[in-house]
């Protein structure tokens, strides 16, 4: 497990309007993913995980009948007062939280404490990121370009990364993963040579690519490994290509083919 916290204070005066963020212009502390916009007041949280909140803001005076109100802005309203706690599952990422003031009117600082206003973000979350996608395709078209594999069948088991990527793998968390690929199938009309490439985002990883002569109908298999170090939201999936044009068969029982992710080591 590793932690992800943040401290926020605000040191200036001055006030802050209805439905306008509160600015803290102080990080007073930080450590992991997880990020703040002075000029904006909009925390960013790059790791899913259950995330607690806890705020205050001291106040001087707020004209209109309603009072005092501050809430976390983000997906779900959270709603305190001058003061709140909350907890709140992290599903997808990025995900941005604010200090609002839902009060009627503007908000003014209190001019008689050094900290006008202060927010902390604590959560203890996973840091394993691992899953595979497989093909069970119908055959495809192959030509100089190459084009996607399938991968539309993702493993019952993992961990903070997005299976919802197309044809390939998102990423969660930033570090070194090692990288898998497996693809095997045939050809009916043969003399062609079929090309596998490792794709991340839109560059085909350094020397991450195979190429099968088939000059017979037997099964052809392609096998790539390695090590790459991954962003936030990067997709790595898989392309394919064949000179002269031709259609490729995945391996008719079982799966026709495989990509695995999984992180070795944290972002430094």
């Known amino acids: 497990m590793a932690v992800i916290a943040m401290q926020l204070d605000l040191y200036g005066g001055g006030s802050v309007n209805p439905l306008e963020n ?11 993913n997880i990020g703040y916009n002075p000029a904006t007041g909009i925390i960013t949280i790059s790791q899913p995980g259950t995330y607690t909140f806890q705020w205050w803001v001291a106040p001087q005076s707020s004209p209109g009948s309603n009072g005092v109100t501050f809430s976390l802005a983000c997906t779900a309203v959270k709603t305190g007062q001058v003061n709140g706690f909350n907890v709140i599952e992290v599903d997808s990422v990025p995900f941005t939280v604010s200090l609002r003031n839902d009060s009627a009117g503007t908000v003014y600082y209190s001019s008689s404490v050094a900290v006008k206003a202060s927010l902390l973000v604590h959560a203890e979350v996973s840091t394993a990121a691992y899953g595979s996608k497989s093909v069970f395709s119908t055959p495809i078209s192959l030509g100089d370009d190459p084009v996607e594999v399938p991968l539309d069948v993702p493993s019952d088991e993992y961990e903070n990364v997005d299976m919802t990527v197309t044809n390939g793998i998102g990423s969660q968390q930033a570090g070194v993963y090692r990288v898998d690929a497996y693809v095997a199938g045939f050809l009916l009309e043969t003399d062609a040579n079929v090309t ?7 560059t085909i990883v350094t020397n991450m690519y195979q ?15 390695t090590y790459v170090r991954l ?9 394919i290509s064949s000179v002269p044009d ?3 068969y995945f391996l008719v ?7 695995s992710v999984q992180k ?4 430094s």
Not at 231 to 239: A, G, M, Q
């Open 246 to 248: 031709r259609t490729f």
């Open 264 to 267: 070795v080591q944290d972002a």
């Open 22 to 32: 509160v600015l803290f212009d102080t990080v007073t502390f930080v450590t992991g």
């Open 196 to 202: 596998l490439f490792l794709n991340v985002n839109d």
């Open 211 to 225: 190429t099968v002569t088939y000059t017979s109908s037997d099964f052809g298999t392609f096998n790539l490994s």
């Open 253 to 259: 029982t079982g799966t026709g083919g495989h990509l």
């Open 231 to 239: 962003e936030p939201n990067d997709r790595v999936w898989l392309s």
